[in-house]
């Protein structure tokens, strides 16, 4: 697009919060408006104050709404966004923009933007319907329709012989932040908690309290953007804070300044909790590999010496994966780097991990989400307890580190159950390995889950809560709901605590709500005092 045509366009980038990384989804768009001669602004709220002048002057102010965390803290800034400048046009993107439709729209927002959301961004920021913008945001990208047509024709769609499930355990839009105590309305109570007004909203469980099929409602209201291909340019990161103001890599005393760039988009499984399923819905795009080089360079430059992959699944492209891997290595040595595998992929390329290893990979993200194989199941994650402990041998055997995260508490655990997750990170030495909020993290039930297919599901949730932007659920037995909650509290009052000492209080906690006589012993093994981790162990 030429520079020339486009003249005073304002457009304002916002991020809330992005796990505490330098926000990828502000550096990638602003890099396509530039490109196209508009003056943007990029504001990631999380380390900047919102700036009340640029809110003013952008004719144009977009949100970026990667997470149900960053949608939840979002809310109450679009309506001082909207008291700043009521003219300019209101965009939110991002996987939970199009989810959230319906309650973006009635505070204000009139583009929604889904899947790949660059080209997208540019078009409205410089569209002339920008003066009429419900219109221009009820259109449909012709080229999703397409897609959705002939489907075998997808460029994202890999070997169709590999099972479909997938983990992300970083993105995960279904687990809560315990420290929204914004969210509260009683700050003394649990953030995990349900909203005990919306048991007044409990329906005959053989009618629907849902909105509409939930692998459609991404798309019920026609938002811009898509799953299709796109030229895609190198993030500009010119005008965000220094990533020294960002979670860094912690390995032993050493903190190492930390990046982030994506391989890859979407994902080709669709595991019933994952937020990506209802936009993507299977399909996944690679990026070019000397889009992301550059793009680890600049990092790299800026003083990056370690850069988070934050792809779904890094392997859902094995030969795009160790293309990556390659380049990254003979480009820039020394630097380390951590992937988001899923179990099923370590087990299947296992020849690869050694690759992992010899290339600088601190440690990989792998969503187990549970020990219980009844459980996984009805996720459809694709492994079992069994290949989750064959993962753990391999990566033992190679020295290998590896971070696995887990949604202890969901409508099926019980007070045994979650008890036995406990003695199995215990009895495979990975106290020092998990994050102590992972074992805090309540099952979230949000709008075009495919949680909502299973009919127990439906049968205990609740009315979709605007404030919570979920379908609340209650556990049959309250003692879990109750368990939760105590250890949800327990874990955020010990951000800086040792994980041992905290998952020692957690051990208690757990056996003393099971019952059973006295609390049985913890093995005593060496802590592993060099196991890296990003200081950020916050998944929402």
Known sequence: MNRGTIQNVRALLISTYDLGRQPFGLASPAAWLREAGVDVTCIDLSRQQLPEDAVRAAGFIAFFLPMHTATRLALPVIDRVRSLNAGAALCAYGLYASLNASLLRERGVTHIVAGEFEEALRDLAVSPDLDNPRESASRVDPRESAFRENPRESAFRDDPRESAFRDDP?????????????????????????????????????????????????FRENPRGSASRLEFRIPDRSTLPPLSRYATLQIGDERRVTGYTETSRGCKHRCRHCPIVPVYDGRFRIVPVATVMSDVRAQVEAGARHITFGDPDFFNGIGHATAVLEAFARQVPGVSYDVTIKVEHLIKQAHVLPLLRDTGCAFVTTAVESVDDAVLGRLEKGHTQSDFERVVALFRGIDLALSPTFVPFTPWTTLESYCELLRTIDRLELVDSVAPIQLAIRLLVTEGSRLLELPEIRSLCCRFDMRSLTYPWKHADPRVDALQERIAAAVGIRLKAPRREVFSHVWRLAHEAAGGGALPERRDVRPRTSVPYLNEPWYC
Do not use: C, L
Request: net charge negative; glycine share 2%; charged share 50%.
């Open 170 to 218: 970083r993105e995960s839009a279904f687990r809560d932040d315990p420290r929204e105590s914004a969210f509260r309305d009683d700050p003394g109570e649990s953030a995990f908690r349900d909203d005990p007004r919306e048991s007044a909203f409990r329906e005959n469980p053989r009618e629907s309290a849902f909105r509409e099929n939930p692998r459609e409602s991404a």
